[in-house]
């Protein structure tokens, strides 16, 4: 069994300026929340996972740690300091943490115990509830930003309320890729291994696969990265970490006159697949019609 991929966290500096720049590209954005740790995030939803636009709010909470002693605002200012805007970690789907926990120590990963973690929503209506989510945390010190975590909605009524939320004006439904960059694939596909199985792992020497049933991860050199991407050019290996996002879209013309209305450049690759530039959400998105 491997772990769908839910949501990648998407650090930005700036999260106000993110927000009207995922609005421009054509999504649709959730209202803004806190964390206890220190960030705000807003979400952008698709039928079976989201994208989660992640700033820091309150840099006083940033030391707050969680029963492991794992710091999650730390590591989202780190990778903001070290990289810049970009994916800092990825969100993997669990009905049952407790179960899947159980699973991934199994496959040889020391990880802590799972945590919860309580925060309020803001409901249709005006309405604020408190809603529950349940994580577990796959990190890796020396490898920060190759970090994912098990993520189980312990109030799943309260998360997705308005079906409204997952439609978007650039037609995006899917997080469909996730892209890692590494300096050393053969080194790194042992993380995800022990988090996904040897089942779930396809390839070998500069390029890895690592399929689930929400998605699939790929961990590529720099050379095959930039077969892949070439707008995102001789782009730094170090630190590992994950570069691009897949987005399946009904109609790549209909996203494409949303971007041009706000003068967005992007790369057109063929009738049913275009790329948007890591400059303007802070990572490479590219839209496959499907």
């Not at 095959?224 to 991407?229: G, M, Q, Y």
């Amino acid at each position: 069994m491997s772990f769908g991929i839910d949501h990648p966290l998407l650090a930005v500096s700036d999260l106000d300026h993110a927000a009207q720049a995922a609005r421009d590209l054509g999504f649709t954005v959730n209202a803004r929340h806190q964390h206890p740790w220190g960030t705000d995030n807003h979400l952008l939803f698709f039928s079976n996972n989201f994208i989660e636009l992640m700033g820091i709010g309150r840099p006083e909470c940033l030391d707050y740690q969680d029963d492991n002693g794992f710091q999650f605002g730390r590591l989202i200012e780190a990778r903001l300091i070290t990289v810049g805007d970009g994916i800092a970690m990825v969100a993997l789907d669990s009905d049952s943490i407790q179960r899947d926990h159980a699973l991934v120590a199994a496959r040889g990963f020391n990880a802590g115990c799972p945590i919860i973690f309580r925060r309020m929503a803001h409901l249709p209506g005006g309405r604020d509830e408190e809603v529950s989510v349940a994580l577990d945390i796959l990190h890796d010190p020396e490898r920060p930003f190759l970090t994912q975590f098990l993520c189980q909605q312990l109030r799943p009524e309260l998360f997705r309320v308005d079906p409204t939320q997952e439609a978007h004006a650039n037609t995006a439904t899917s997080i469909a890729d996730v892209w890692y960059l590494s300096d050393d694939p053969t080194y790194d596909i042992e993380h995800f291994r022990r988090i996904h199985g040897p089942n779930s792992i396809r390839g070998g020497g500069a390029e890895w696969t690592i399929h689930t049933h929400k998605g699939d991860c790929h961990l590529l050199d720099r050379q095959a990265l930039a077969a892949t991407f070439p707008m995102l050019g001789d782009i730094e290996p170090e630190p590992p970490r994950a570069v691009a996002l897949t987005l399946t879209c009904r109609d790549l013309k209909a996203a494409i006159a949303c971007w041009e209305h706000h003068g967005i450049d992007h790369h057109r690759h063929s009738e049913t697949q275009a790329d948007i530039a890591p400059g303007v959400l802070g990572t490479l998105l590219r839209f496959e019609q499907r």
